[in-house]
């Protein structure tokens, strides 16, 4: 019994080994059942859909032989030995029930078990939109030569070799896309013009099946120039067939090598920044119009073909027969027409992106740091920067590592054939995010920031000048403020008399300090007529660091003249007023017209609305006065009527 579990577990050594090779070779002499093929992956897929969940649950049981087993060992290596159990479905059990106790053998069985399932299919799949529910593009082609090792002969003959990836648009689709496989078929055509394709209709190629993937990404070697190439991606689920097979456009690879149109694209960069990677860009080269891509496995393995296993399900497939797949298990018989038309568009004009190197290396420069990084492209059609430093122009250039391989059997030879070098594919630049935008203004974790709208207002009258600036918001984090004032010296002055005479007085070294809550300091300028300053002004936070800004200013002192004279006062002040109205700009000008202008217009009106209402009402009054007055004459005239008549009467 252990003896059988150490050959199990070597046979599963070498069998890791093989599961690595990560391509498989456009050859057409080798000829693999396409329906075996299906039923494998979908044991794959099962075999990776149980031993997945290993990782998510704690205790997984499985009933096998009316018993309940807990698997508790690595659940990648019950995986692979699940996998082989796929492939040795015809093995013969142990003899005795003592013999399948051992997770090893539980994890065999179980795939010997899910092989001899039934294949799933959805009776969807049988639709003719076979490409609406994914795509098949290259993502990089590449040259390999390969040198004839007879020592007489210098032929060499030239391949190449591509990555290509699928891509699923079917969403609902994408929930436990890691237990997918993926069967691969591809057929060739040379290049013939349409004027021979009219005269001689042409037999359709049979497709060839290739390999089962256990990534949407797959690289295809030995392609060869002057032929076209389509391939065919079968996604199968743990569930079975759930969608049909996805068909590539003819592609013919040599366009991308030699008629390359990659320098006409741009790089696009998306700024952004979490806890993990700091400051970042993602770098893409992907056009606006695209769809977003799906993420993608980074890594890449291949189901290996074992010759020894696979022998018996080897077959020549007539290359006359038809194009129908007729796919047949358990006396169920599931038929897709895929109807090609005769599709020879190329591929070439696709807005994706082909580099014509799989190979490729970014560089990331800014004034202070250079990076370099090697990647091989995996789908995602971008690149991460990360741990970039705040408000910094960076300087982006892709390149091609072009390896020119010759294939000899010496392997010392070959590598000293192989010669690397870069070729400038796109470039760019980007200014990072801003600390502010991060942290938010102030905040210790970005580095002080110069004050604001430093202004200088002299008094020549008074020989003193008033330094200004805006206070920031958090004044919290500021521990100061240093002022430094010097005299500037021009080339071809005394530095000495310049500096005696510009000195300012009642300050130490030109220098003085001021608290972080205020927003203004006074200085005593010097007497002398005239004098060029710089001041300095200096922010210190909480931690020493510091942030400086600086303005200059001519400074001319009065005269004895000027001062008796009240009109070289007056010139003197609006000398200081129109040097304060050179320092302010047009936003300050709008909102002073806003403030003052505005309200005082306001204000005038209003002043005089209310005159024209007093005037209407003093009017108003006069005229009633004159109507009361017209009346009483009226009624006294009257009443001295009734009076003497009544006075007659008596009489």
């Known amino acids: 019994m252990l003896s059988f579990n150490l050959f199990l577990i070597f046979f599963l050594y070498l069998f ?83 013999q399948i106790n051992t997770q090893p053998n539980n994890a065999f069985i179980l795939g010997q078990q899910f092989f001899k399932q039934q294949l799933l299919v959805n009776n969807s799949t049988s639709s003719s939109f076979f490409n609406f529910f994914g795509i098949i593009r290259p993502l990089c082609v590449q040259k390999t030569i390969i040198n004839n090792n007879s020592p007489s002969s210098t032929y060499s003959q030239e391949k190449f070799e591509a990555f290509l990836i699928f891509e699923n648009l079917n969403e609902d689709n994408l929930k436990e896309s890691n237990n997918f496989r993926y069967v691969v078929r591809w057929r060739r055509r040379p290049i013939i013009n349409e004027n021979y394709i009219e005269e001689k209709e042409e037999e359709e190629p049979q497709w060839i099946t290739a390999s089962i993937e256990s990534s949407p990404r797959f690289k295809v070697s030995s392609l060869r120039p002057g032929l076209l190439y389509q391939f065919q991606v079968q996604q199968v689920s743990p569930n079975g067939i759930q969608i049909p097979a996805v068909i590539s456009e003819w592609i013919d ?71 129908n797949i007729s796919i047949s298990f358990n006396n169920k018989t599931e038929e897709f027409n895929y109807n090609n038309n005769k599709q020879y568009s190329l591929i070439s004009s696709s807005s994706f992106v082909v580099f014509p190197s799989c190979q490729l ?52 030879e070959q590598q000293q054939l192989i010669t690397t070098t870069t070729t400038t594919l796109l470039e760019g630049n980007f200014i990072s995010m801003k600390c502010v935008q991060v942290y938010g203004f102030g905040s210790l974790e970005c ?37 430094n004032i010097e005299a500037i010296i021009k080339s071809g002055e005394d530095s000495f008399n310049i500096k005696n005479k510009c000195k300012t007085e009642g300050e130490l070294l030109n220098s003085k300090i001021v608290a972080a809550q205020a927003d203004s300091t006074w200085i005593v300028l010097p007497k002398e007529e005239l004098c060029e300053f710089e001041v300095k002004h200096t922010l210190y936070d909480l931690l020493g660091r510091d942030a400086t800004t600086t303005i200059r200013f001519i400074y001319t002192s009065l005269t004895e003249d000027e001062e008796q004279s009240s009109f070289s006062s007056t010139k003197y002040y609006s000398l200081a007023f129109r040097q304060f109205i050179s320092q302010l700009d047009i936003s300050i000008f709008l909102i002073i017209f806003i403030i003052i202008f505005i309200p005082i217009t306001a204000l005038i009106t209003l002043l005089c609305t209310l005159k024209r209402g007093r005037n209407n009402n003093k009017r108003n009054n006069k005229n009633k006065g004159k109507l009361l007055t017209t009346e009483n004459n009226n009624l006294i005239i009257k009443k001295t009527k009734i009076k003497q008549n009544n006075n007659s009467k008596w009489l």
């Not at 059609?381 to 000899?408: P, Q």
Request: proline fraction near 4%; glycine fraction near 2%.
């Open 253 to 323: 690879f040599n366009l991308f090598i030699y008629g390359n149109e990659i320098n006409k694209k741009s790089l696009n960069f998306y700024s952004q920044f979490n806890s993990d990677y700091g400051v970042a860009a993602w770098v893409s080269w992907k056009l606006m119009n695209e769809k977003e891509i799906l993420e993608k496995e980074k890594d890449i393995h291949t189901k290996p073909i074992l010759t020894t296993r696979l022998r018996k399900h080897l077959n020549k497939q007539n290359f006359n027969k038809s194009n």
């Open 447 to 483: 580095k002080p920031e110069p004050v604001k709208q430093l202004s200088i207002f002299t008094f020549p009258k008074n020989g003193s000048a008033l330094i200004k600036w805006e206070r920031p918001q958090s004044v919290e984090n500021i521990l100061l403020y240093e002022i």
């Open 16 to 98: 890791n080994l093989n599961y690595l090779i990560n391509s498989f070779e456009a050859i057409p002499f080798l000829q693999i059942d396409y329906n075996f093929y299906l039923k494998l992956a979908q044991c794959e897929a099962k075999c990776s859909e149980k031993f997945s969940s290993i990782n998510k649950l704690n205790n997984d049981f499985i009933q096998l032989n009316n018993q309940e087993q807990i698997i508790g060992e690595s659940s990648l290596i019950l995986q692979n030995i699940c996998q082989q159990g796929c492939l040795d479905f015809d093995s013969p059990l142990p003899p005795t029930i003592h």
């Open 361 to 412: 290396q970014i560089e990331w420069t800014n004034k202070s740091s250079r990076d370099i990084a090697t990647f091989e492209l995996d789908g995602s059609d971008g690149f991460l920067l990360n741990n970039l430093a705040f408000n910094s122009e960076y300087w982006v250039t892709l390149r091609a590592n072009n390896n020119n391989n010759n294939s000899n059997n010496n392997i010392k």
